[in-house]
């Protein structure tokens, strides 16, 4: 692939959309795993990658069978995007790059894995879609993000969780303490973050002592802004697919209006975590991760 015009999804026309080797979107797979670091070289600006590792979960696992099912599901994806009347990939250039190998039995492992992948391509300039996984994926993200940027970043996150609860079983990581560790280690700031869909169940009082004493909600316009997206946000009723579901969350309407009227001028990043295959019906979960993956897409156009 040389020009940038092959950064395209590959036309339903050309290859009906139930056939052809499965990648994100359709796109050109520049598979890192295969071709080695060289790829990051290529021509695109946006990379979707999947991080197929769940070992930080802590109920019902199987988030690392997401990037593949997510894959799969989004050769229906479309191009262009309604409401902002934007078709969306001639205005990028984008590839996938495959699946992060991550170790499942090894949390530590799997986080080298990933923090060393993402900065391989924020170093060449690459924006990150991540799919994971499950949730303590993104910590591994937001370091290699703080580390590129230099700074703190704004962080919108939706979740039914807070994720800012205390070790487990003696392990200070795991899915539901990302964001705990993100703003112990700098990695966001909290007076630039935005938790969006948060319902509980809170393990104690202290989780929301320490969300209240970082005074976490505020907006954030143009700053470095990373986008982490927990599929529980929605209720299992449109996201059954998850392994810690929660009752009362929003509609998958409310969440695009939400995600469409969200002015993000500097999106530098962002993932959609917590589909669990397994566990979901119809693919309803993956077609509304593929859709978060479209509008992160749609704000990183401009
Ligand atoms: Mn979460
Ligand atoms: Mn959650």
């Known amino acids: 692939l040389k020009h940038n015009k092959d950064y395209q999804p590959l036309s339903g026309r050309v290859m009906p959309r139930f056939a052809a080797i499965k990648s994100f979107f359709r796109l050109p797979i520049l598979e890192v795993a295969r071709l080695g670091e060289s790829v990051w070289d290529e021509k695109f600006d946006i990379a979707l990658v999947g991080v197929p590792f769940d070992g930080g979960t802590s109920y019902r696992p199987g988030a690392r069978l997401a990037p593949t099912r997510v894959r799969e599901v989004s050769s229906l994806g479309r191009s262009y995007h309604w409401e902002s009347k934007t078709s969306v990939f001639e205005k990028i250039n984008a590839a996938d790059l495959g699946d992060i190998a991550c170790p499942p039995v090894n949390l530590d492992q799997s986080y080298t894995a990933i923090e060393t992948f993402i900065k391989n391509g924020l170093k060449k300039s690459k924006r990150i879609l991540s799919c994971g996984g499950d949730h303590s994926v993104t910590l591994p993200i937001l370091r290699a993000h703080r580390a590129h940027f230099k700074k703190p970043l704004a962080f919108i996150h939706f979740d039914a969780h807070l994720d800012t609860y205390p070790a487990a079983w003696g392990n200070e990581y795991h899915h539901g303490s990302f964001v705990r560790h993100a703003i112990e280690e700098k990695l966001i700031d ?110 990183m156009t401009k």
């Open 190 to 299: 909290p007076k630039r973050t935005l938790q969006i869909g948060i319902r509980g169940p809170l393990a104690s009082q202290d989780d929301l002592d320490f969300v209240t004493k970082h005074k976490m909600t505020v907006i954030t316009i143009d700053h470095p802004t990373y986008l982490s997206f927990d599929v529980d946000a929605l209720d299992p009723a449109y996201a059954p697919g998850t392994g810690t579901p929660v009752i009362g969350g929003l509609t998958s309407y409310e969440a695009q209006r939400i995600l469409r009227s969200l002015k993000i001028k500097n999106l530098v990043g962002g993932d959609v975590v917590e589909v669990n295959p397994a566990f979901d019906h119809g693919d309803i979960t993956s077609l509304f991760a593929v859709d978060v993956l479209f509008e992160m897409l749609r704000m």
